[in-house]
């Protein structure tokens, strides 16, 4: 006997709803690649010793960042430290690489001859006093597009060791991130001399600066402490001193919000949401260019640094940061000088 007609009708219809019951649908997830990106790997060695921090970083493709990643860490693991020598660091030179030329912003680097683009390893040093582990992931993450981390997630690309037992008793930190950017080379010392002018030099640091301005009396201009410092004085009130610094950053110099965030902390008060932190800065033109201006204060902060005043303005590819930092009561008596010295920024003539 043939089933009915309508009967045939309803079992084909519910039959799609009646299979599905009985398995679900498979979902492919595959890696979707930036354009014009390549898939990079960035390892960087942290080594705090006396006052300074010491940083060895190499970045590249993954292919090649396998290949040499044992290199790399023999490399680190052959440092040594001497405070009575100068330099105050020392290491097994690698047979295998070329050293550079030496470089302003750092304090020696060499190449790892690899297609089509060779690695490049740095050393460099920062001081101890203003390191911040979250702040240099958080840079290194928005470098390969990463999603920046918060200090609670930060564990999965750190990893602490003791690189030797006493009485050296080396401790390294290390760093190990995977995203997405161009791999990029320095350009060589040779090829950067002779190219055009665009800044006036200032001696050490970070070697240029496009402003002239009036500094206010009383202020004493001392050596940069590190490389992204073009600018540093020191002025002393009632036996305490107080630092204003002129540096820069490339790039979006981090974000306004983020940095903001960071002085906060510096000055032990709580972390803001960000529109609340954008609401803390009072627009501001610097020698013709519009900048931010924050006042941060925190009486119940580090005793030495519970007050700063900063000013953050974008040109010519960078963001320029202006700060007073210190005591409380030393940067209040010295607002208005602060507020004279930013008001009194020119561009230098060409």
Request: charged share 25%; proline share 9%.
């Amino acid at each position: 006997m043939q089933p009915p007609r309508l009967m045939l009708f309803l079992l084909a219809a519910l039959f799609p709803f009646l299979s599905g019951c009985k398995q679900e649908e498979t979902v492919d997830s595959y890696e979707v690649p930036y354009r014009e990106r390549d898939k990079l790997n960035l390892r960087v060695a942290i080594l705090p010793q006396g006052e300074d921090v010491w940083f060895v970083r190499v970045s590249g493709p993954e292919q090649p960042m396998q290949q040499h990643g044992k290199a790399f860490e023999d490399f680190v693991r052959s440092i040594r430290f001497k405070e009575k020598e100068e330099p105050p660091i020392s290491w097994d030179e690698p047979k295998a690489w070329t050293k550079d030329p030496p470089h302003k912003d750092r304090h020696a680097s060499y190449k790892i001859d690899v297609k089509p683009k060779p690695l490049e390893v740095k050393i460099t040093k920062f001081p101890r006093d203003k390191f911040q582990l979250l702040a240099n992931v958080n840079r290194w993450q928005k470098e390969l597009n990463l999603p920046v981390s918060d200090a609670h997630e930060v564990d999965p690309f750190v990893k602490r060791e003791k690189l030797r037992a006493k009485p050296d008793d080396q401790e390294v930190t290390w760093v190990e991130l995977t995203g997405y950017g161009v791999h990029r080379i320095s350009k060589p010392m040779e090829v950067a001399a002779h190219a055009p002018m665009k800044e006036p030099m200032l001696a050490g640091g970070l070697g240029a600066t496009p402003f002239k301005y009036t500094v206010p009396k009383g202020w004493v201009e001392k050596p940069p402490r590190d490389q992204f410092t073009a600018v540093l004085f020191e002025l002393t009130r009632d036996g305490q001193t107080v630092n204003v610094t002129l540096t820069a950053l490339g790039g979006d110099g981090g974000g306004l919000a983020s940095n903001v965030s960071r002085w906060r902390k510096q000055v032990g008060l709580p972390d803001s949401a960000d529109q609340q932190l954008m609401n803390s800065l009072v627009p501001l033109k610097v020698a013709g260019a519009s900048g931010h201006y924050v006042d941060i204060s925190n009486p119940d902060g580090p005793a030495k640094l519970n007050r700063i005043l900063a000013v953050v303005v974008p040109y010519q590819g960078k963001v320029w940061f202006v700060r007073m930092s210190g005591t409380a009561g030393v940067v209040g008596q010295n607002k208005a000088d602060f507020e004279t010295f930013v008001k009194s920024f020119e561009l230098n003539s060409k």
